[in-house]
């Protein structure tokens, strides 16, 4: 599959920038495509700056609202990226139409934090604008949602999150969740490693969009997971996940290979991936309430075998029994036994719901500010009624 991938803000930029690292190791590992464009948008010029993988000229890092912000950003104001973006998004919609081989992709994939002001603000506006001009691809979102220290730290991140989930879920055709506190689970250091944090994020596309991509047989599974499977998986609220069980290097001798014990190995290490895929969701969700999923199984091609593929179908319906299954083998992986799995269409987010309930209690104070604001200004205003103006 292949995606026009564009990043809001620092966090959106950042992925973004992750995205294009991805395609240029598919392209020198694979010698395959996935991503025809990436492109960087933001109201910060010195973050364009920052970004390493992604064309450095100014139809690929695209700075709006530069009037507006003077390049530094909209402070978490995410009213005031949605403005800019409606403004400036003919800017974006140009720039997309330039790149060169825009017309091969199969979808956009428009990237941001939701609780910052640039990328929360601007990437609903721009899905919006996108699918009107290109009604024949699908839209998809990825939605980054904020550590937990920063929900208290500051309450526009909660108000930030609940705005921009809404407007995203009237537009996106499907909005891939990631909590970024689940990447310091294991690891605390992680939480000063953001870097690690969008490789990690990251990863699981990797298999997914190459496995459709592949030219040679010997790479072609039995059971190919292309664009097609994708599109008819992504709806709605969306999880992503992604195991591994390592493989031994050495050769293992031909008449071991036929082994029963092997085989019973190999079912146990895919379960193994599948079980790790699940745990690691890119959030907390409860599987049962998915409505459509799909797991790729990459390996070596002689540890692939249909009762394998079919261990790891029983596993995935017994836990997300209402959800309509689709699956696929590649057999690219030399030392691993990789498992990807999605779980879309989701019928209830427990922390998106969180969010939207909060922000309700901070509504009412946000409004009660703004009037406040309004009424001072009004105040200074008055005063200077009877003085002449130079204009
Ligand atoms: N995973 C991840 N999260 C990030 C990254 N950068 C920022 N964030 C998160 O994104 C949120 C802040 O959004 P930013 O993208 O920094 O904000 P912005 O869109 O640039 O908006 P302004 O700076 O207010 O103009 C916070 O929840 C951060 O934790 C990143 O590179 N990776
Ligand atoms: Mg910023």
Redesign the pocket.
């Known amino acids: 599959m292949k995606l026009v991938v564009i990043g ?8 973004a920038d992750e995205f294009a690292r991805l395609n240029r190791r598919a392209h020198a590992q694979r010698g395959i495509e996935i991503t025809p464009g990436v492109f960087a948008v ?3 010029a010195a ?1 364009l700056s920052g970004l390493t993988c992604i064309q450095s000229d100014y139809q690929h890092r695209i700075l709006i609202g530069g009037r507006k ?1 003077g390049g ?7 009213e ?2 949605a403005e800019i973006a409606r403004e400036d998004g003919d800017k974006v919609v140009d720039a997309i139409r330039t790149a060169r081989r825009f017309f091969e992709s199969d979808a956009f994939l428009l990237v ?11 990437i609903s506006v721009m899905t919006q604008l996108i699918k009107e001009r290109y009604m024949d691809k699908p839209v998809y979102n990825i939605a ?4 937990e220290h ?1 929900e208290t730290a500051e309450e526009r ?1 909660i108000y930030n ?1 609940a705005t921009c989930l809404k407007s995203i879920n009237s537009v996106a055709d499907a909005i891939i969740l ?1 909590d ?1 506190q689940r ?1 310091i689970r294991k690891d605390f250091s992680l939480r000063n490693n ?2 690690k ?2 490789n990690m ?1 990251v990863e699981p596309f990797y298999n997914l969009l190459c496995a459709g991509e592949e030219k040679k047989p010997k790479y072609i599974g039995t059971r190919i997971l292309d664009a097609g499977d994708i599109i008819q998986t992504l709806s709605g609220w969306t999880v992503i996940g992604y195991g591994t069980s390592p493989l031994p290097t050495f050769k293992i001798p031909f008449f071991l290979s036929r082994d029963f014990r092997k085989k019973s190995t190999e079912t146990h290490k895919g379960i193994h991936a599948m079980d790790e895929a699940i745990s690691e969701l890119s959030l907390k969700c409860n599987p049962i309430d998915s409505g459509r999923a799909l797991y790729l199984l990459s390996a070596p091609a002689q540890e692939i075998n249909m009762d394998l593929i079919k261990e790891l179908g029983d596993y995935l319906k017994d836990i997300a029994s209402e959800a309509t299954l689709r699956n696929g083998d590649y057999p690219r992986e030399r030392s691993a036994l990789d498992v990807t799995v999605i779980l879309s269409e989701l019928k209830d987010v427990e922390k998106v719901r969180k969010y939207y309930a909060k922000s309700l209690t901070l509504i009412d104070e946000v409004k009660k500010r703004r009037e406040e604001l309004k009424s001072k200004l009004k105040g200074i205003d008055d005063a200077s009624s009877d003085i002449p103006s130079l204009l």
């Open positions: 809001f803000g620092q966090c959106g930029c950042r992925i933001n109201t910060d973050d912000t530094h950003g909209v402070g978490k104001i995410n005031l990226g941001a934090g939701t609780a910052g002001g640039t990328g929360s603000g601007a980054v949602l904020p550590f920063e991140t999150s990631i970024n990447y953001i870097a944090i969008n994020i």
